[in-house]
């Protein structure tokens, strides 16, 4: 299995670890619902340094990501990150990604699923010279190079990640400006200090996975042990895979394989938002709802997984997409996927749980809210 630049920091700190996306990953330190609790109520650090790094240059990279992309990218002021889809011509999603834009054009960088990865990479590769066919006018200069490997990445989440990113950033000696800047960041925005090391950049966004507030670090992937230490030094409690996984469907928010694959597209996993129909793309046409989501909740502790069947009015409407026990709201809380055509005004729904139908209701996403 590969392994991050923190693998030795997760050893020391007896992590439990397991395979994911080819990784050896820590899935939790001192238990799912602490690491839960820590990042709502105070902050919590992951190493996501699985995640893909994928970077677009050329004259021609605005129009082949705007034709490729669920919806335009460029335009925009360099210091805004977009969460887009990558599609397939007939709709389904390749994957959903953060792209970053480092200059008023063409220069771009790709976060993207550590499984999806390698697939993302051979997909742009194999439909760029697609792109070029059906757009005779572009200047074919676009080149896709994986730096996956130069980076680490740091998400830092939780209510008190401001007061922690300060300390960090001073405690490394970073200027006062610069820490202003990241500090006043809303929403889907990035900083970046290019030549970091050598080449290498360092950003500094605040997109989040979990909810919270927070912000991701990414690093030349040798720097990645002293910021890590640093953190926990300063007071942010380690997190793994297992409470990200639950802080994101708390939060609401899909994940590919579940919500979204190559037969689910951005509509069926209720990202409609990050879909602009009204311009050439390559799946003009082909879009269209095939399903939809239904945020459950459970009346009782039940605890719905991915597969189990869902019922309503005695018969079987769909299936659960993702489902796990919320140590927030201390309930059970999942997607169902449902025809798209099924009644909306449905509130009460059975779901089978090791052979036995337990009762949810409807509810709405997020599960849980940043102002509770």
Do not use: C
């Not at 579940?258 to 409609?272: I, K, T, W």
């Amino acid at each position: 299995m590969k392994k991050t630049p923190l693998h030795d920091k997760h050893l020391a700190l007896n992590a439990k670890m397991g395979e994911y996306a080819g990784f050896d990953m820590p899935i939790q330190y001192a238990g799912i619902k602490e690491e839960v609790l820590a990042v709502r109520e105070k902050v919590g650090i992951f190493d996501v340094s699985h995640m893909g790094e994928i970077r677009v240059t050329g004259t021609s990279a605005d129009a082949f990501l705007n034709w490729v992309l669920s919806r335009d990218i460029s335009g925009k002021k360099t210091e805004l990150v977009s969460y887009a889809i990558l599609l397939y011509e007939e709709g389904g999603a390749v994957d959903d990604l953060l792209a970053y834009r480092f200059q008023e054009s063409g220069d771009y960088w790709l976060v993207v699923n550590a499984a999806n990865k390698d697939k993302d990479f051979a997909y742009l590769n194999d439909i760029l010279p697609v792109f070029y066919e059906k757009h005779p006018e572009a200047v074919k200069d676009v080149k896709i190079v994986d730096e996956s490997e130069f980076y680490a990445q740091i998400a830092v989440q939780g209510p008190k990640s401001p007061e922690i990113m300060k300390a960090l950033l001073e405690e490394f000696g970073e200027a006062p400006e610069f820490i202003e800047k990241v500090l006043a960041m809303k929403g889907y925005r990035m900083q970046r200090k290019p030549n970091f090391k050598g080449e290498l950049s360092m950003i500094i966004s605040r997109t989040g996975y979990t909810g919270e507030d927070g912000f991701e670090i990414y690093l030349p992937a040798a720097e990645a042990g002293r910021f890590w230490d640093a953190l926990i030094k300063l007071g942010a409690e380690p997190a793994g895979l297992g409470a990200r996984d639950t802080l994101r469907l708390e939060a609401g928010m899909p994940l590919y394989g579940h919500e979204m694959s190559q037969e689910l597209n951005p509509l069926d996993a209720g990202v409609g938002f990050a879909v602009k129909t009204d311009r050439p793309f390559i799946a003009a046409g082909n879009l269209v709802q095939h399903h939809k989501l239904i945020p459950l909740i459970s009346e009782g502790r039940a605890i719905p997984r991915e597969g189990y069947p869902v019922f309503a009015d005695g018969k079987e409407v769909g299936h659960i997409s993702s489902g796990t026990f919320s140590p927030t709201l201390g309930k059970g809380i999942a997607y169902a996927l449902v025809d798209p055509a099924f009644p909306d005004e449905v509130e009460e729904f059975m779901v089978e749980v090791h052979r036995k139908e337990q009762p949810f209701r409807k509810t709405t996403a997020p599960f849980v809210r940043r102002d509770r």
